[in-house]
């Protein structure tokens, strides 16, 4: 019943933008925090962003904080996340989740994915 689909994901040259969407469907998507989070080959999926139900409140890991920014819209019952200044090591498959509780960098913490939607930065 409770679906998020990830679009917006392609190819870009390094120093380029990029801007991904979740779609929410099936639930109230302003009741719930939500998160980024991205997975590339061999390595441990990773936290990217997190954003409150109401939008006030927001966290970026390291690696992209001053790049990302993460934001939702409740009248489209959707998020999204601008990408600026991509690097080679951002290309990863991108997943939007819903947090049970309160967003935070443990996957753990999210009752809900999407599918993944590929970004993948050339030089």
């Known amino acids: 019943q409770v679906q998020l689909m990830e679009s917006g994901g392609g190819l870009v040259q390094a120093g380029g933008s990029l801007r991904l969407s979740c779609l929410v469907s099936?639930?109230?998507?302003?009741?719930?925090?939500m998160g980024w989070f991205r997975q590339a080959p061999g390595v441990e999926r990773e936290f990217v962003a997190g954003?409150?139900?109401?939008?006030?409140?927001?966290d970026y890991a390291s690696s992209v904080k001053g790049r990302f920014t993460i934001s939702r819209d409740g009248a489209k019952n959707t998020l999204y996340l601008q990408m600026d200044n991509l690097k080679l090591e951002d290309t990863a498959v991108y997943y939007c989740?819903?947090?049970?509780?309160?967003?935070?960098?443990?996957?753990?913490?999210?009752?809900?994915w999407g599918q993944g939607t590929q970004v993948t930065v050339s030089s």
């Open positions: 954003i409150n139900w109401s939008g006030g409140r927001t």
């Open positions: 989740a819903r947090a049970l509780h309160n967003f935070g960098e443990d996957p753990d913490l999210y009752n809900y």
């Open positions: 099936g639930h109230t998507f302003s009741s719930y925090d």
